[in-house]
């Protein structure tokens, strides 16, 4: 069994196409830094290229991370490989190329081991977020050359739904192990339940998120909810379209966009909100939903995203929904029934505490220690205590 001392001074470079400082940053990129960190504890070497921002370094480290940003939302994936190459990141044991969509084609300028990792398969947001040309060759470099050109690598995926996926693409054999997101330890806050009925949204504001859903159920329930509020956590490139669609409801107060908001206010909005609302297309695990746990405010989300079907126990820990008419219809059930949303809530809370950081950093640790061993890790292997 691969301990610490096998990696300890290893030198592990992350190819991603965003940090979590990073404007579009969230719950994919905070899940990178935490497998980041968990090597550096182990006394690794960790480097993370990713795109350049307004207002970033160039080159920093930060908690023992050295982050080298350059290149463009495309650019990047170019200069990836390009310094790879030309070794400008210094000697490298192993690779972890982060396909969000794209790989960064890390086999074609390294020999060194290489490990996928991914969040969940795109292949409903393609259309969505790159409707036309781009979005049918974006799919297909993700579902039919990626596949080809990492068929002997390994993979990380943060669900067994994401798996499940990744299956169907071809990427079969013992090479995709599972290893979950965790949850941060509860931060305390002075903030209680309000008393008006109160939801919230977390979340980059992109399309795929769907939060129009979340606005149609608030739109829905008003009458019989007149002092409902929605309270949307969060920034992107979607965001105006967002508040036209709302600006009736913001008007009267139903919906308030709070903006990218800090630690503190995001766990406060927790705490207040007696539910969480999940419209997302496709979510590879749903970070938030563990957040909002930890808070005791049970998620309402769509079944069909993949990873909520993990994150969420149906009916214990939250509600699985097939449907936006579906997501209206419970949203509006808990808020009428209080113990059940009551009991929900505790069951949310017990299941967070399932998933730990801790326990998921060392099962990556353990991909990467077999990896640089050449040997191909499944499920059963990383997800095992």
């Not at 396909?99 to 020999?111: E, K, M």
């Not at 079969?172 to 806050?189: E, F, K, L």
Request: aromatic share 8%.
């Amino acid at each position: 069994m691969p301990t610490s001392e096998t990696i300890a001074g290893r030198h592990i470079v992350f190819l991603s196409w965003r940090d979590t400082r990073n404007p579009e940053g969230g719950g994919a990129e905070r899940y990178l830094e935490k497998m980041a960190a968990g090597l550096v504890a182990r006394g690794c070497r960790v480097t993370i290229f990713c795109v350049a921002y307004a207002g970033a370094a160039p080159d920093e480290v930060v908690d023992g991370i050295r982050f080298v940003r350059r290149g463009g939302k495309l650019s990047v994936y170019a200069l990836g490989m390009w310094a790879l190459l030309r070794r400008r990141l210094g000697r490298v044991d192993v690779v972890v190329d982060v396909q969000n969509g794209l790989p960064f084609f890390t086999p074609l300028v390294t020999r060194k081991p290489v490990i996928v990792l991914v969040h969940h398969v795109h292949r409903e947001q393609w259309p969505v977020v790159y409707p036309g040309l781009s979005g049918r060759v974006g799919w297909w470099v993700e579902s039919r050359l990626a596949p080809r050109l990492y068929r002997s690598r390994q993979y990380v995926a943060v669900s067994r739904a994401t798996r499940a996926e990744l299956r169907e693409l071809g990427v079969t054999g013992p090479r995709v192990a599972v290893v979950h997101n965790g949850t941060d330890p509860v931060m305390r806050v002075a903030a209680r339940k309000s008393p008006h009925p109160s939801i919230c949204v977390v979340g980059r504001l992109v399309p795929h998120k769907q939060v129009e859903h979340a606005i149609d159920a608030v739109a829905a329930l008003l009458e019989e909810f007149p002092d409902l509020r929605l309270r949307v956590v969060g920034s992107g490139w979607w965001e105006s379209e967002l508040h036209a669609y709302a600006a009736p409801l913001v008007a009267r107060g139903a919906v308030v966009f709070e903006g990218h908001v800090s630690e503190v206010r995001k766990q406060e909005i927790y705490e207040e909100s007696w539910l969480m609302a999940l419209p997302s297309l496709k979510e590879g695990w749903g970070l938030v939903v563990g957040e909002a746990a930890a808070h005791h405010t049970p998620t309402v989300a769509y079944a069909s995203a993949g990873g909520t079907r993990e994150s969420i126990v149906d009916g214990v820990s939250g509600v699985l929904v097939d449907s936006p008419a579906e997501l209206t219809a419970a949203i509006g059930a808990l808020l009428r029934d209080r113990p059940g949303r009551e009991r929900l809530a505790d069951g949310a809370f017990r299941h967070s505490k399932g998933f730990t950081w801790a326990h998921s950093q060392a099962a990556f640790a353990h991909v990467v220690a077999e990896a640089l061993q050449g040997v191909l890790v499944n499920d059963q292997d990383a997800t095992d205590d």
